[in-house]
């Protein structure tokens, strides 16, 4: 399958991507509700970290891994940064392309993609 490019060079047809959620069977969430909500300001918390302090974050990730050489930290930063959505919503859409990219890479069988996306997603504990 031949993929159009967007700009950077990243298969346009894959845009919004899911590269980074939380999943919890529903039950869990209406039974703790505060584990849930605290798991998403986490994520909004980090994200907004992330986005408004970028020369401090990279600083941070330096200490985690301080084999890997600047320039190429600093570049696997920008890509992570730029996917990043801020707020962290994640939508039936996005979990549509990364299924989809699943099965193309041969990490889910087709028959086990889902009917539908709708109803499978919340932004309800980010708030």
Do not use: W
């Amino acid at each position: 399958m031949r993929r159009e490019r967007a700009p950077n060079g990243d298969p346009s047809d894959l845009d919004p991507f899911a590269n980074g959620l939380i999943v919890a069977r529903a039950e869990t969430c209406r039974q703790r509700p505060a584990i849930c909500a605290a798991m998403g300001h986490s994520f909004v918390e980090a994200e907004a970290y992330l986005h408004d302090h970028p020369r401090e974050s990279l600083s941070l990730l330096k200490h985690r891994f301080p084999k890997i050489e600047d320039k190429v930290l600093a570049a696997a930063f920008d890509v992570i940064l730029k996917i990043s959505p801020n707020p962290p919503r994640v939508t039936a859409k996005a979990i549509e392309n990364t299924e989809r990219l699943n099965i193309e890479a041969g990490l889910l069988k087709p028959q086990d993609k889902l009917d539908s996306y709708d109803g499978i997603t919340t932004d309800e504990f980010l708030r």
